[in-house]
């Protein structure tokens, strides 16, 4: 699905399996149970290790060594990196042959490289388990106005002279939560500018009391609308949706909540195949 211009892939299903690819990017963030689609991505991000979004890691590593596809780069919460790989040691034990990967630790306030004009961005989140969200910040750069007028050579001249000849803007393209607490709002609000947001938002309803939901870690519907005022950004796509719900419900309760919104509100899909929907209808 392409939500604000954004190549947005993956599926996600409270429980069972989350995983969000962002092919222009090369990036995904969690890996649910291994999906073929990631193979063709270099950059991994798991929020925490819960099973449902990072369970399928071994798995997808030893398949791109069958493959012959290079090792990718794992960013994961620094204090859960060691008992990661020593999860996949063992592994190895297991199998009889080393796996490739590259385990990169991360913390809040860090910036890491996925190309030159883009970074990922840690942030913390607040779940049951030692746990971050990823921002991706892109940055763009501008020609200073005073120089519009200067010639392609002098401008050369003048940036291998050291002078900084553009303006940089950097803007938050997207960010994604992994299962936390509402709060993350509050606490993290430049999440609030993202163009697009990745939210969890597990339960909806009654079928699951508010008390639990948060015992759990996870976000219900009926504390996140009192935030959406909040948003600032172009569309919130909501994840990790529950088993208790079918799509079909899903989108009979939010029906009324999307109408309302000055913002794109998105499903994600809930299974692997499934159609991305959005729930309020797009502007004429």
Not at 123 to 141: A, D, K, L
């Amino acid at each position: 699905m392409r939500v604000q211009g954004l190549e947005l892939d993956g599926f996600s299903l409270g429980g069972v399996e989350t995983c969000v690819m962002l092919p222009e990017w090369s990036l995904a963030v969690d890996v649910g149970r291994a999906p073929r689609g990631l193979l063709s991505l270099s950059h991994l991000a798991l929020t925490h290790a819960h099973m449902d979004h990072a369970g399928g890691l071994p798995y997808h590593l030893a398949l791109r060594q069958l493959y012959g596809v290079a090792a990718p780069a794992v960013y994961v919460p620094a204090q859960i990196a060691r008992d990661l790989e020593a999860l996949l040691a063992a592994w190895d034990k297991l199998q009889r042959y080393e796996s490739q990967l590259r385990v990169c630790p991360v913390e809040v306030g860090g910036r890491y490289p996925l190309r030159r004009d883009l970074e990922l961005v840690p942030f913390r989140t607040y779940h049951v388990v030692p746990s971050f969200g990823y921002s991706v910040v892109e940055t763009r750069r501008k020609l200073k106005p005073e120089l519009a007028c200067k010639p392609g050579p002098e401008l050369a001249a003048l940036k291998a002279e050291g002078v900084e000849i553009t303006n940089a803007r950097q803007l938050t393209r997207l960010s994604v939560t992994g299962d936390t607490l509402v709060e993350v709002l509050e606490r993290q609000p430049q999440i609030l500018e993202s163009d697009v947001l990745v939210l969890e938002c597990t339960f909806l309803d009654a079928k699951k009391r508010l008390s639990d939901s948060r015992a759990g870690g996870h976000v219900h519907l009926d504390e996140l609308r009192a935030q959406l005022s909040l948003f600032r950004g172009g569309a919130l796509v909501l994840s990790h949706v529950s088993q208790l719900y079918k799509p079909a419900e899903v989108d009979a309760v939010l029906a009324p909540l999307a109408a309302a919104l000055p913002f794109e509100l998105w499903a994600m899909p809930t299974e692997e195949g499934q159609p991305p929907r959005r729930l309020n209808a797009p502007e004429p």
